[in-house]
């Protein structure tokens, strides 16, 4: 490779080592090579063919299809069914504990400022700014305060090493922390203990579940409403906390229901609301979803800790939000009710979009206002009250008043007006005022999402590259 070329771009799988284990078939003369993972978390046996492991126990893989896999435990021989997104390739960059892939930087500061942590606790993830690099982000903290600073990792063209300066080259990024770990020469501390890995959920409740049985659900106690219907806190089996939306009697179409909710199932992103599984078989319709602590962002702006947010977490959050309704838009899938009341709130302002695609087959009669109206005015395009027209770009419009809820703390939009009178003051080219918390790059952003014309407005894509810019702008970082 010439000094003037790139080095090619490192992914995730960087440096991994496939160890296999072999395993004679029966009915063959020949070896089959089986990968080995390891487990990065514990988990407890939901099914009769599930296997249990717990953190570090190594597994043999049969079958990698689907979510559940086929595995042995190599710690006692047992078989049986485990959660994909529990296990990484043995040895390989995403079994380290301190590795957190996907993890954007504000992500990164959420997690690192947690109470719990201590000077010099740190994560490497992906690089924001440059496809294929890593970042490092470290926790300091001195007499002015916690500080969460960034490093990007740069890799040589001419022979591939890694190094945060030039004077110390390694390896592997594996090399690269073990060294920082007992030297502080480039950072301001030695390097602690990982960042802590919040368990994830399972992609699903288990192989093949979907239709859920009822008396499997037992209920805990009520979230809140909405247009929808109840949500519920719940406990599947005994064992995973859920929430559950019961939806009104009569309020949809059995079939419509069953075939929209098929393809919510496969709409995966790490900033929407999983939809687990339906209970489908008599009325009220349950929707059973991840658990999401905090509740509503609207709750959780009015109620909760979000009323202490700073502008950054503000910035950060709806940068998330962003995130999710990129992927939607990538896969045209249209929301029809983006709002507060339907993003969720995780530990650490984490936020996942919920309810989306469910006004599609919810009646008209069924989701109304408290002001009557068929759907709500307030975060609705003008061509989707006037035309009943929705589109991506209606959901932009939509994403816009979100902005306004997020930056006021949870306002109402349009207070004062009623639902009537809205649609006219639109017309004559009215738009909601600057919130108090709001810059005016990111009001003259918010104002672009309410343009008249549909196809003038900004993508989502666009959006999410925006909001990432601005909080880049408000953390300070090398990276």
């Known amino acids: 490779m010439s000094e003037g070329e790139d080095p090619p771009p490192v992914t995730s799988e960087v440096n991994d080592v496939n160890v296999t284990v072999s395993k004679t078939d029966e009915n063959s003369n020949e070896t089959e090579a089986k990968p080995k993972y390891i487990a990065l978390f514990d988990f407890e046996p939901r099914e009769a063919n599930d296997l249990g492991f717990r953190k570090g126990d190594v597994l043999t893989i049969y079958d990698d299809s689907d979510d559940w896999w086929y595995a042995k435990n190599d710690a006692n021989s047992e078989e049986g069914y485990v959660p994909c997104n529990y296990i990484q390739p043995i040895n390989s960059l995403r079994a380290e504990e301190w590795f957190f892939p996907e993890t954007t930087k504000g992500d990164a500061n959420n997690l690192l400022l947690a109470p719990a942590l201590t000077k010099g606790a740190f994560m490497l993830r992906d690089s924001d700014s440059k496809k294929g690099y890593f970042s490092l982000s470290i926790r300091d903290e001195d007499i002015e305060g916690i500080k969460i600073k960034h490093y990007r990792i740069e890799r040589s063209k001419k022979d591939s090493t890694f190094y945060l300066t030039k004077r110390r080259k390694f390896k592997s990024v594996q090399e690269l922390v073990e060294f920082y770990k007992e030297n502080e020469r480039d950072l301001p501390c030695k390097l602690g203990k990982p960042c802590p890995r919040e368990k994830p959920g399972t992609r699903t409740l288990g192989r093949a579940v979907w239709e859920i049985e009822r008396d499997s659900l037992k209920w805990l106690h009520k979230l809140g409403g909405g247009s929808f219907g109840e949500v519920w806190k719940a406990i599947w089996k005994d064992r995973v906390p859920v929430a559950v939306k019961s939806l009104r009697k009569g309020s949809m179409s059995t079939d419509g229901f069953l075939e929209e909710a098929r393809i919510m199932k496969e709409l995966r992103h790490e900033k929407l609301v999983p939809l687990y599984g339906i209970c489908s078989t008599q009325e009220p319709i349950y929707i059973v979803t991840e658990l999401m602590s905090n509740g509503s962002l609207l ?150 999402c309410w343009n008249e014309d549909p196809e003038i407005r900004p993508t989502f894509q666009y959006l999410h590259r925006f909001l990432e810019q601005s909080l880049e702008y408000q953390l300070s970082s090398r990276c």
């Open 299 to 448: 709750d959780y702006l009015r109620n909760g800790d979000g009323k202490n947010l700073e502008y950054k977490s503000l910035v950060d959050i709806a940068a998330q939000v962003a995130s999710g309704m990129s992927y939607l838009e990538m896969k045209n899938f249209i929301h029809r009710d983006l709002a507060a009341r339907n993003v969720l709130v995780g530990d650490n302002n984490m936020v996942k979009v919920a309810d989306f695609g469910l006004a599609r087959v919810v009646s008209s009669q069924s989701h109304q206002t408290k002001e009557g109206s068929p759907f709500p005015i307030r975060w609705t395009a003008p061509e989707a009250i006037s035309k009943q027209k929705f589109t991506i770009k209606s959901d932009v419009w939509s994403f816009g008043v979100l902005l306004f809820e997020l930056f006021t703390k949870g306002e109402v939009p349009y207070a004062g007006l009623g639902a009537m009178d809205i649609f006219p003051k639109l017309q004559s080219g009215y738009r909601l005022q600057k919130p108090q918390f709001c810059t005016d790059k990111i009001y003259k952003t918010m104002t672009t």
